[in-house]
């Protein structure tokens, strides 16, 4: 009873992290990299489909353990500066996609599909730059 009550002191005011299953592990893992990294990773990463990630959406948003842990492990993400990281992604990107197009020949097809690629790169990190500070309020 002791050793139970010294690990609770040790967590007091963070929830119980400790998760059940191997299943509601993969759940909480595939929708915080979801949420920080995007649909995309989290798909390719887990190998399941959007419906399998829906799913895992509504489990955490239903099971009220794993909503606690999702949502203390996103605000400790928060706490450790990811949105900035993200932020600064996003700026480095945007001056060396400046740069390359400054370089570009729009004449070759090579140059043409590279800038399309880098576009496409950004687009993505302003989209989770975007999520990050959707959820981020959302949890604050």
């Known amino acids: 009873m002791g050793k139970n009550t010294a690990n609770k002191s040790v967590q007091k005011g963070r929830p119980n992290l400790t998760i059940k299953s191997v299943k509601d592990k993969r759940i909480v893992d595939a929708v915080l990299m979801a949420a920080f990294q995007g649909d995309e990773a989290a798909l390719a990463h887990f190998n399941i489909t959007a419906r399998t990630l829906s799913r895992y959406r509504k489990r955490t948003?239903?099971?009220?353990e794993l909503s606690e842990i999702v949502s203390y492990r996103m605000k400790e993400l928060?706490?450790?500066g990811a949105l900035d990281k993200v932020e600064g992604a996003i700026n480095k990107g945007l001056e060396a996609f400046e740069?390359?197009?400054a370089?570009?020949?729009f004449s070759d097809p090579d140059s043409i599909t590279a800038m399309a690629t880098w576009f496409d790169v950004l687009?993505?990190?302003d989209l989770t730059r975007?999520?990050?500070h959707a959820r981020l309020q959302g949890i604050s």
Do not use: F, I, P
């Open 103 to 105: 370089e570009a020949r």
């Open 123 to 125: 687009a993505n990190y």
């Open 78 to 80: 928060e706490d450790t």
């Open 61 to 64: 948003l239903e099971v009220a």
């Open 130 to 132: 975007k999520m990050l």
């Open 99 to 101: 740069r390359a197009c």
